[in-house]
């Protein structure tokens, strides 16, 4: 039983134009959602959460948005760089960002 | 500020050994949770420690246990061993619990 899932195991896009990854969630009870960033042989790194009390969160290139009717949410980055390349990760909780619940990751790759 | 630091980095044992892991949550966070990667089934949560206590328990059987020290650090220990055992441990520290959970650079267990 999946609770998160990113159902594009891999992107590609190019340098410059926006980056859009998607992450659906079944468990109406998550009101916390994060998305982190892998590279091989790292620990996943923090980048930008939103709580289910806005639809909307921005930080610098990071943006995430929340669709709570459709259990939906996506991070856009723009512009990408090649520095963007890696796996990225959502993850929803509830009460708060503990015992975080993982999709299963999106390898994005930022062509030239 | 140092970030989640996790020793030892890689760790190779054989099946029905029983191994600790060992992570020193960023100064000043009291709360630290630990995950475990795998290829099949992703980053899974094991268990959350806030102030000496388990707060937070994933779906794991008992040979997977922890426990987190006055000053905050934490060791999970995984006794008898199995192959499917082997995996990515990462451990994640947060100022308190529902906080943002940072992560360290995880210990690679192999198990033969």
């Known amino acids: 039983d999946q609770q998160v899932k990113q159902n594009s195991p891999s992107l590609s896009v190019q340098e410059g134009r926006i980056s859009i990854l998607n992450c659906d969630y079944t468990n109406s009870m998550f009101d916390y959602f994060l998305w982190y960033k892998k590279y091989p042989a790292e620990g996943p790194t923090f980048l930008i959460s939103i709580s289910s009390i806005k639809d909307k969160n921005e930080d610098g290139r990071f943006t995430v948005f929340l669709n709570k009717s459709a259990k939906h949410l996506s991070l856009h980055i723009v512009p990408s760089q090649p520095g963007d390349s890696a796996v990225y990760f959502c993850a929803a909780s509830a009460g708060g960002a503990q015992k975080l619940v993982f999709g299963q990751g999106t390898r994005l790759t930022i062509n030239p | 500020k140092a970030g989640v630091t996790q020793t030892p980095r890689y760790l190779i044992k054989t099946r029905g050994q029983q191994v600790t892991l060992s992570c020193s949550p960023i100064?000043?966070?009291?709360?630290v949770s630990w995950y475990q990667q795998t290829p099949g089934q992703g980053l899974q949560f094991l268990f959350e420690y806030f102030s000496e206590t388990q707060r937070n328990k994933g779906n794991f059987p008992g040979r997977f246990s922890g426990r987190q020290f006055s000053n905050s650090r934490s060791e999970m220990n995984v006794s008898t061993l199995e192959l499917g055992d082997s995996a990515l441990y990462l451990c994640a520290s947060s100022l308190a619990l529902g906080d943002t959970q940072y992560f360290g650079p995880g210990t690679r267990l192999t198990v033969l």
């Open positions: 100064s000043g966070h009291r709360s």
